[in-house]
T-cell receptor, first 117, second 116 residues
């Protein structure tokens, strides 16, 4: 079975440019999460969706960040304009919403390593 | 206050020995889940083991076991018979179920190095 798919795997861009990160969750999963990993702040939640609806976006840093989930198999995280402090690894993860908590394990994609110059 | 605390930034262990990675947590939710993930140098996050707050027995998955002490709010990961491939960062994480919030809160991680 395919796991969570993220693209691109690496992105280098210049300050001020728009960056779009993409994620395809595991088929049948109805929760999708975006996390960011930096040396300073560790792993932190940006936003998560349930059945394509944003549930909690309290971790989105500021208006430069936006996320969408137009359908059950695709989500984007957009940064516009990008800044050097956005450099990080961005992970997408998905899980089911089962009553059996074990089955709500979040499975992570390989991450997108973003460098903003 | 930190919700997840991993006090060991780095650990060394000899191959074939057991090692315990510490994790303490802080929550007032009566229902929660605790997870351990492995992040090798390649960067992916690999799920290892889960413990529910109401589980009566400690979780085990192959060479991984979770030493869950609810009263002490600790959920230490035990890796038995360490292998060179176990060298990685290990993250403890918590999901607070009572509020219905599905997001994970992560600790700062422990870097484990297995020596031959």
């Amino acid at each position: 079975d395919a796991g969570v798919i993220q693209s691109p795997r690496h992105e280098v861009t210049e300050m001020g440019q728009e960056v779009t990160l993409r994620c395809k969750p595991i088929s049948g999963h109805d929760y999708l999460f975006w996390y960011r990993q930096t040396m300073m702040r560790g792993l932190e939640l940006l936003i998560y969706f349930n059945n394509n609806v944003p549930i909690d976006d309290s971790g989105m840093p500021e208006d430069r960040f936006s996320a969408k989930m137009p359908n059950a198999s695709f989500s984007t995280l957009k940064i516009q304009p990008s800044e050097p402090r956005d450099s990080a690894v961005y992970f997408c993860a998905s899980s089911t919403g089962s009553q059996l908590k074990y089955q709500e394990t979040q499975y992570f994609g390989p991450g997108t390593r973003l460098l903003v110059l | 206050a930190q919700k997840i605390t991993q006090t060991q930034p780095g650990m060394f262990v000899q191959e074939k020995e057991a090692v315990t990675l510490d994790c303490t947590y802080d929550t007032s939710d009566p229902s929660y889940g605790l997870f351990w993930y492995k992040q090798p140098s390649s960067g992916e996050m690999i799920f290892l083991i889960y413990q529910g707050s109401y589980d009566q027995q400690n979780a085990t998955e192959g060479r991984y076991s979770l030493n869950f002490q609810k009263a002490r709010k600790s959920a230490n990961l035990v890796i038995s018979a360490s292998q060179l491939g176990d060298s990685a960062m290990y993250f403890c994480a918590m999901r607070e179920d009572y509020t219905g919030r599905r997001a994970l809160t992560f600790g700062s991680g422990t870097r484990l190095q297995v020596q031959p």
